[in-house]
């Protein structure tokens, strides 16, 4: 953290960390030096559960002719104690629906318990790029050794708003895609080692390898979702869906997005511009169950709107689904058949990737109208705290669509507008370490109470400074009622704001009277 302080007629600026009767001093300065900050490290200044901040102001206004009141401005007493908390750029870049937050205090809440350990930070490796040229990329999706990067993209044909009428039904049925929509790419390279799917595909969508490498693809266009078995590229082994009809039973989709497969080979599907469902199908294609209904009310698990991606976390038997218009993930216990939880992450949730080592839930946040907004996350997927945010530049991509994650290899990111282009980010250095259950560094604090309250990240400082404000007034008060009048005119300048023959010194007798004489 670092600390500044301000006045009108400050002498003296004091804050404290209360902890169990034990009192800590953050900072203390002469409001009247030239206004900065000043950085306090150490583990004593960590903010846990249950702590309490204070600041005091002791302040002269014997040289005005007016009353001074409690206030901002330069006619006010304006006893301010500063605490910015700081926080790794590299970490974390939200910066949407900037404002000044003024109806609540800032505050410690008892249940903060996330850490950012072991999370890597991932950075754009601006010089790699594809040996060829991609049309709208649909999906992105990788082997089970994690040597080859699949591609799934749309060629020439672009979805614009003119190619379904209001029934869904595909206006250009003719509009077949002649070339290659499905390319595996050496990951470090981008080189194309083998493709296919001339002739087969509209608007492609999604894309996923099982753990026998069999490769599955969904068409928002023929609502339809095709299987090929592993080497076996010239024509698809099993099709769910009926080509060109869209529909709501189980034997029809609606623009459906993704797909996932456990291993008992059973399929789900991500049901998807309509129908706002998970469709379970076993390895032959009959229909088993279906799972969640429509709903825009965030924070009830299974309510989903637009169903855009699925991820699959074989240890746990669960399913995180992207509900991307209402910007929450819901997860699907698909042992037990239901949803047990849905957490909210900040944007539209464009797709999700299920990392195991460590646990994560990558994420590609964006607008859905694009503008700058677009960000790749990596959430804790039992509880939804967000781990970290990349990249630090959120200008870098235009609107990406999907994500994979190659463990040697990094995270890539596939855009859906020009240049159409695959990013790719490696590794940095680990995340910042955590504390343990029972405390929480400042950075993490912030972080926490970001997400508990969908705060910004770019007005946390106002936060932080809003939130301090009023406690500093209350201390001024209170010193004001405990100082005799003979401390009070011991030792002033009444020239005005000069250093004082005689200044008050952070840890003397004030100290243990505003502690120990006038509670409040």
């Known amino acids: 953290a670092v600390v500044s302080t301000q006045s009108t007629g400050g002498r003296r600026v004091s804050a404290w960390r209360e902890r169990e009767e034990n009192w800590v001093l953050v900072g203390s300065g002469d409001p009247r030096d030239p206004q900065m900050f000043y950085l306090i490290e150490g583990e004593k200044y960590l903010i846990s559960a249950g702590d309490n901040l204070h600041a005091r102001c002791v302040f002269d206004s014997s040289d005005r002719d007016q009353a001074t009141r409690m206030g901002p401005t330069a006619n006010d007493e304006m006893c301010n104690f500063y605490m910015m908390y700081s926080i790794n750029a590299s970490l974390f870049s939200y910066s949407e629906n900037q404002g000044c937050f003024r109806s609540k205090r800032f505050t410690v809440p008892q249940y903060a318990r996330y850490a950012v350990t072991g999370t890597r930070v991932y950075e754009v490796q601006r010089n790699w790029t594809t040996s060829v040229a991609l049309g709208q990329i649909g999906g992105l999706s990788h082997n089970t050794q994690q040597d080859k990067l699949v591609v799934f993209h749309r060629g020439s044909n672009v979805w614009t708003g003119d190619w379904f009428d209001g029934e869904n039904n595909v206006l250009y049925p003719d509009r077949t895609i002649n070339q290659d929509t499905v390319f595996f790419m050496d990951p470090s390279t981008g080189e194309v080692e083998k493709s296919f799917g001339t002739g087969l595909f509209l608007l492609p969508h999604g894309v996923y390898l099982d753990h026998n490498d069999n490769v599955y693809l969904t068409d928002v266009a023929l609502h339809q979702v095709y299987k090929f078995t592993k080497g076996s590229y010239e024509k698809p082994s099993l099709i769910l869906g009926d080509k060109y009809r869209p529909g709501s039973d189980h034997t029809h989709f609606c623009k459906p997005t993704g797909v996932v497969v456990d291993y008992q080979d059973n399929i789900y599907v991500a049901d998807g511009y309509c129908n706002s469902r998970v469709l ?34 074989h240890l746990h038997h669960e399913i995180h689904v992207a509900d991307r218009e209402n910007g929450q993930v819901h997860v699907l216990d698909y042992s037990r058949e239901t949803f047990t939880r849905v957490f909210s992450i900040p944007g539209a949730v464009y797709s999700v990737e299920y990392v195991a080592d460590p646990p994560s839930l990558l994420t590609v946040n964006a607008s859905v109208q694009g503008g700058g907004q677009a960000k790749v996350m990596g959430v804790d997927p039992s509880t939804g705290h967000i781990q970290m945010v990349s990249p630090t530049s959120s200008s870098l991509f235009s609107l990406p669509h999907t994500l994979t994650h190659l463990t040697s290899h990094g995270i890539y990111i596939g855009e859906i507008s020009p240049p159409h282009r695959v990013w790719r980010m490696v590794a940095g250095p680990a995340a910042e370490p955590s504390y343990g259950d029972d ?50 005119n011991e030792g002033i300048d009444r020239t005005g704001f000069q250093k004082l023959l005689k200044d008050y010194d952070s840890s003397d007798e004030e100290d243990i009277v505003y502690k120990k004489g006038c509670p409040y």
């Open 280 to 313: 379970k199908f076993d390895r032959s294609g009959k229909f088993i169950a279906e799972y969640g209904t429509p709903g825009t009310e965030l924070g009830k698990a299974g309510k989903m709107g637009l169903v855009h991606d699925l991820t699959i976390d």
């Open 439 to 488: 405390k929480e560094s400042l950075t993490q604090t912030i972080i926490r109470t970001m997400q508990e309250t969908q705060i910004p990240l770019s007005i946390i400082v106002v936060l932080a400074v809003i939130g301090v404000i009023p406690v500093s007034y209350l201390g001024t008060v209170v010193v004001m009622r405990c100082r005799s009048q003979e401390q009070s």
